[in-house]
């Protein structure tokens, strides 16, 4: 499983491949933690993003690439020829001008992002909304899966 921030560190990939049994899940919310909301936005769109963070269960492989958040399913073994294909995408741009691509292609607002994630973990106890939210999970009225 890729939850929380392992899931944002996904989102913050320039080539995110996962293997058919990856799954994923952003359950911060739940608990009061805004982390990685706006890259996944700009990743996947308001809408999907919505849906993503307020479902329940987490989402698969194959969900995640029709979503785009990820780019590519493959299997390990099979990772070093995806990373061949990244690499060969790139071979003919400077290391300048890949830069100013993912500049100017990949939107974000770092200060902002890191002013939410802030507001959001000094916001009372965070121990406390973290366990009452295990505990909501324990008691069966909130999906682990």
């Not at 060969?88 to 292609?105: G, I």
Request: charged residues 25%; hydrophobic residues 45%.
């Amino acid at each position: 499983p890729c939850y929380g921030a392992a899931a944002d560190l996904v989102a913050a990939c320039q080539w995110r491949v996962a293997t058919s049994d990856a799954r994923f899940r952003m359950p911060g919310l739940n608990f009061g933690i805004v982390l990685g909301t706006n890259r996944l936005t700009n990743l996947v769109g308001a809408d999907t993003a919505h849906a993503l963070l307020l479902r329940t269960k987490p989402f698969n492989a194959n969900e995640a690439a029709d979503c785009k958040f990820i780019q590519e399913i493959a299997e390990r073994s099979d990772w070093p020829e995806a990373e061949d294909r990244a690499l060969d995408s790139v071979m003919t741009l400077t290391a300048a001008n890949f830069a100013a691509m993912t500049e100017r292609t990949r939107c974000s607002d770092r200060k902002a992002d890191m002013a939410a994630l802030v507001r959001s973990a000094s916001t009372g106890s965070i121990k406390a909304r973290i366990q009452a939210y295990l505990d909501l999970l324990g008691s069966g009225k909130a999906s682990k899966n």
